[in-house]
């Protein structure tokens, strides 16, 4: 059951997110303990149907937290989970090389953690991270995401850093 959602939130959040250059096909440490988050003081927040202003905010469940963290205290392959071929999965090697190189300046290298969920499969938790090695986009964000029917769709978001 866990592979298979797995394998429908990163498909949601490669759609959602354009991962259109290069993703690292291992997952990512999670950045939370950089940044001292505890799981009660996160926020995501709802938009409202106009998109205009805040309309409340999601419940993140303890579970769903607890259980990301679990998951990503190694890193794994993400090629299994991952079935979007319009995703260029480089390993960690190839990248590290890429962007040393000087006529790679302008590509974008995102990194997946793996998704934590709810027991019940309602909710997932994931984070994303965009490096580019001539500057900006740099950022981390955690994706808060919701089942709907057998659907997952990206909510909202946690900036954890953004340059």
């Given amino acids: 059951m866990r592979a298979l959602q797995e394998i429908q939130v990163f498909s949601a959040v490669i759609k959602d997110y354009c991962l259109e250059e290069f993703l690292i096909e ?3 440490q999670v950045c939370i303990p950089y940044f001292s988050l505890a799981w009660e003081n996160m ?20 579970d769903t ?3 990301w963290i679990l998951i990503n205290t190694q890193s794994d ?3 299994p989970f991952i079935t ?3 995703v ?14 000087p006529d790679n ?4 290298f995102h990194t997946l953690t793996r998704p934590g969920f709810a027991p019940d499969f ?35 978001s946690y900036g954890l850093y953004n340059q």
């Fill in 26 to 28: 291992t997952s990512a």
């Fill in 43 to 62: 926020t995501f927040h709802k938009i409202s149907a106009c998109g205009s202003f805040f309309d409340g905010t999601y419940t993140l469940q303890k």
């Fill in 65 to 67: 937290y607890n259980d």
């Fill in 77 to 79: 392959l993400l090629t």
């Fill in 84 to 86: 979007n071929h319009q």
């Fill in 88 to 101: 260029t999965l480089i390993s960690l090697e190839k990248a590290d090389l890429m962007f040393n190189n």
């Fill in 105 to 108: 300046r302008w590509y974008v």
């Fill in 122 to 156: 309602s909710q997932a938790l994931i984070q994303i991270t965009a490096y580019c090695p001539a500057g900006p986009p740099q950022y981390g964000s955690l994706l808060y995401l919701e089942r709907n029917n057998e659907q997952w769709q990206v909510k909202s």
